[in-house]
């Protein structure tokens, strides 16, 4: 059974930086497109960044181009998200999903709460 697990959130300055990790178990990892996506309350989850299957190919949401950094670690199968130079405006939970490309099911990990405030 495939299991997704976050782990690296807190709290961080502005300016700050902070990496999530995100641990996957129980599948083929190649084949699975891995997404982060954040809340924060009384908003609609969103999309963040994404990896697809192998890593060739990343996509970020444009407020955090050229600030986060998705990365995928095959031999341990994890996916990291890099935060750089950060604000308050990226405090939120943020999720780990991950979406099998054959079968189309997904899967969420349960969040990690990341606060940005001096």
């Known amino acids: 059974q495939v299991q997704v697990v976050e782990s690296g959130g807190g709290l961080v300055q502005p300016g700050g930086s902070l990496r999530l990790s995100c641990k996957f178990s129980?599948?083929?990892?190649?084949?699975?497109?891995m997404r982060w996506y954040r809340q924060t309350s009384g908003k609609e989850r969103e999309l963040v960044a994404a990896s697809t299957d192998g890593g060739g190919s990343t996509i970020y949401l444009d407020s955090v181009k050229g600030r986060f950094i998705i990365s995928r670690e095959h031999a341990k199968n994890m996916v990291y998200l890099q935060m750089n130079s950060l604000t308050p405006d990226d405090t939120a939970v943020y999720y780990c999903h991950a979406y099998d490309l054959w079968d189309k099911n997904t899967y969420w990990g349960q969040g990690t709460q990341v606060i940005v405030s001096s």
């Open positions: 129980g599948g083929t990892f190649a084949r699975y497109v």
